[in-house]
Every structure is written in C-alpha cells, then in structure tokens.
C-alpha cells in the first residue's frame, strides 16, 4: 500500500519513538505494530506466551469490541480510525514514561537541557580522547548541537527545563505543529549531501536506495523520480526547497490514521458495507496483526491496566 505522506525524524539510541516512516508504507506496519502491542498489553493475564492463528484471532476478537465503540457489534471507520490514534498517543506518552527516569536526575519531575546533555553525552564529553579516531567522534559532534537546537524549540518558555509535555515534543516533534520546522530543516540536513540547502532528485533517491555500480535502479525508483518531478518539486526546480520538503513529509491534507483506517476496512469488507464485523475481522485478522513487525519479547513486558 502506498501512502500518500511521509514522516521523516531523527532517532536517537533507545529511542523507539517516533513512527519513523522514509518509505510510504512504513506507516502502515507500524500502525500493525501498535495494533499489535495492544492487544497483548491488554492480556497479560492469560498465558500467550506460545500463540498460533487461532490465539491471534481471539485476541483480535477481544480488542474488535473495545474499538466497536457504539457497541452495535460494527467497526466503522470512524471509530477504527479514534481507535489508531488514540494507540498512537499511548505509544507516544508510554515511551516519554519508560526513558524519563533516564534523563531526571534529580527527581523533580523535569528535565533540564544539562540532565539530557549528561545523560546522554556526558561521557563523550568527559573522554573526548577516547572518540577522536573513531566515527562516534563525528556522530556526537553532530549530534549534539542538534539535539540542543531541538530541545530550545520544544522548551516553550525558554528556561532550559523541560515539562513533560515539552520533553514529549522534543522525543517526537512530528506529533506537535511548533516542532514541524524543526522535523523539516533535520530532513533537509540528513539528505543533503552536497551542503547546498536544498535536495535535488539524487539526493531524493539516495535517501531510499543504494545504486549498486552499473546495476539498473528498479522499477519502484524509476517511479519515485517520476513522483519527485510530478509532486514533490512543485515549482518545477529541479531541487525541494524547505516549504517542498514540507510539503512532501508532513502533508496538510493527508490524514495518516484516516488513510490506514480506511486501507483496513477496504480490505476486509467482505460484503462491501462500507463497515467490519467482527467476523469479517477476524477472517482477515493477519490484516490487523502484525506479528512479524512486533518484537514480542518486548510487548510481553509491559502491564498497562488502562488503554
């Protein structure tokens, strides 16, 4: 399935965070990921440690009826819609929660650029010897002056100290609109290579494929140089500006839950009424569980009462 928005962010070690989709479908399995890590948050008191297909559909019928929020035994879009959006916000804040002991040093429910900077430079700070021969050296280098211009954007009122909201938008920038100029200059500067502040069609491409030396590119990439020149260069350049890139990662019509909720009822609408029921559902249920893309091991550690 291709999605018609992209999300670009920069991760950072043991941050899981951020939906971080270069390529249209992305998206799409992490969205079965999450389905996923829900359910089995939400039945951690059976024993699933060993699950077959049949396992799968029961949990999946399980959670059909906490997303069926009328109760009239139909999943619509709408609400499968309320429903991936809201997971998504619990991921989001779930992840704030697991790192922010990491980071709050001195437990008073904040966290100040220099307990992030300590936290997480501290050492390549103190032992700047020991990383200058090494390809960490550049890494840090770079980093950190990024992560500190981030950390002043988020921090709305200036004081250097984070609130758990704005260490949220600093952990995950896509999701707050006073971070989007910093998701879109972090794409620029990852892609282009040639410094010129702008990202031409190579560049473009490179950030998705590794030409191999005399290899022909794939069908797919010949398309992705079709879709740059038709919809992402929109004053037809030959390059993506910033308000170009802006408009390619972080679209202002394009719904990503809207677009995933429909995906999913369109392939598993059996009788075409435009609505599941859990049967249909459950007929499809590798549809809405993405077992492949989820790291059991993980899931299964987590006990959340509440979704």
């Known amino acids: 399935m291709a999605l018609g928005g992209r999300m670009h962010i920069t991760l950072r070690k043991d941050d899981f965070s951020s939906f971080p989709a270069r390529f249209d479908h992305c998206f799409y399995f992490t969205c079965l990921c999450i389905l996923d890590s829900v359910v089995f948050d939400l039945f951690l008191d059976q024993d699933h440690t060993s699950l077959d297909g049949q396992g799968h559909t029961s949990l999946v019928g399980k959670i059909v009826d906490r997303i069926d ?5 139909f999943v619509t879009t709408e609400e499968l819609k309320t429903w991936i959006k809201r997971v998504q916000r619990r991921y989001i804040y779930d992840n704030v929660a697991k790192v922010w002991k990491d980071y709050d040093r001195d437990k008073d429910d904040k966290i100040s650029w220099e307990e992030y900077k300590q936290a997480t430079y501290g050492y390549y700070l103190g032992n700047p010897e020991e990383f200058q021969d090494t390809s960490d050296h550049y890494t840090f280098k770079k980093m950190l002056p990024r992560d500190e211009r981030r950390f002043k954007a988020a921090d709305l009122d200036g004081d250097q100290i984070a609130t758990r909201e704005e260490f949220t938008a600093f952990l995950h920038p896509e999701e707050f609109e006073h971070m989007k100029e910093i998701v879109v200059l972090e794409t620029l500067e990852d892609i282009d290579k040639n410094g010129d502040g702008f990202l031409d069609q190579d560049e473009y491409i490179a950030d998705m494929f590794s030409h191999e030396e005399n290899g022909p590119e794939p069908d797919w990439v010949v398309s992705e140089r079709e879709q740059f020149n038709e919809f992402r260069d929109l004053n037809k350049d030959g390059k993506l500006d910033k308000d170009e890139i802006r408009h390619w990662i972080l679209p202002q019509d394009y719904d990503h839950a809207q677009a995933e909720a429909r995906h999913l009822v369109y392939e598993s609408d059996k009788n075409k009424d435009e609505k599941l029921t859990k049967e249909e559902i ?24 509440e979704l």
């Open 282 to 305: 459950l007929e499809n249920w590798n549809m809405f569980v993405g077992s492949q893309a989820t790291n059991y091991g993980e899931d299964l550690t987590k006990n959340h009462d």
């Open 69 to 73: 929020s009328d109760g009239d035994s």
